[in-house]
């Protein structure tokens, strides 16, 4: 079983920035692509930004050029650097990672519970 932990989630005003972190713990072999998502109420969770393991990065078109995606392999932690934020940017943080087995394989998907990011205007 593998738990996602978020934080950093919080109260800003636009233009503002925040850093959201998740940390993989548990057991497992090897993390893979780890991402973050959003959701607000009465929408689908869409995605935010995905890293893979060698950090490729992919990025939703409103969030290019203000959010940057990174992550410590090492201990296995992700993160999201959020300027310039907007209030079109207030919603549910997700977490999400897949792990790998020995072979490399995929074998598992997880999500944090989230935390809440909210932009005043």
């Known amino acids: 079983q593998v738990q996602l932990v978020e934080s950093g989630g919080g109260l800003v005003q636009a233009g503002g920035s925040l850093r959201l972190s998740c940390a993989a713990s548990?057991?497992?072999?090897?993390?893979?692509?780890m991402g973050w998502y959003r959701q607000v109420p009465g929408k689908q969770r869409e995605l935010v930004a995905t890293?893979?393991?060698?950090?490729?990065?992919r990025y939703a078109d409103p969030v290019k050029g203000r959010f940057t995606i990174s992550r410590d392999n090492a201990e296995n932690t992700v993160y999201l650097q959020m300027n310039s934020l907007e209030p079109e940017d207030t919603a549910v943080y997700y977490c999400n990672a897949e792990t790998l087995g020995i072979m490399w394989q995929r074998e598992s998907d997880y999500w944090g519970r989230g935390t809440q990011v909210t932009v005043s205007s």
């Open positions: 890293i893979t393991r060698s950090s490729v990065t």
């Open positions: 548990g057991s497992f072999f090897r993390i893979g692509a």
